[in-house]
């Protein structure tokens, strides 16, 4: 279970973290710049617990959360 909730930037992060894209594709796809990604990306890792992407991922799918 997770504390604080994701927002749905976050979220839309965490669904293209499950793929192979790198933190710069992502911005590109998103139109975000690439820090404010890494920005997000370590949001969702504090609030899932996460220590890596794969982590994150796994978590995330066991909370149904993508």
């Known amino acids: 279970m997770i504390g604080e909730p994701l927002t749905e ?22 139109y ?6 890494k ?3 370590r949001a969702v890792y504090r ?3 996460a220590h890596s992407r794969a982590d994150a991922v796994r978590r995330a ?4 959360l993508i």
Request: charged share 20%; glycine share 6%.
């Open 9 to 30: 930037r976050e979220l839309d992060v965490l669904r293209l973290l499950q793929g192979s894209m790198s933190l710069h594709e992502i911005s590109v796809e998103l």
């Open 32 to 37: 975000l710049s690439p820090n404010t990604v």
């Open 39 to 41: 920005s997000h990306a």
């Open 47 to 49: 609030k899932l617990g």
């Open 61 to 64: 799918r066991h909370l149904t």
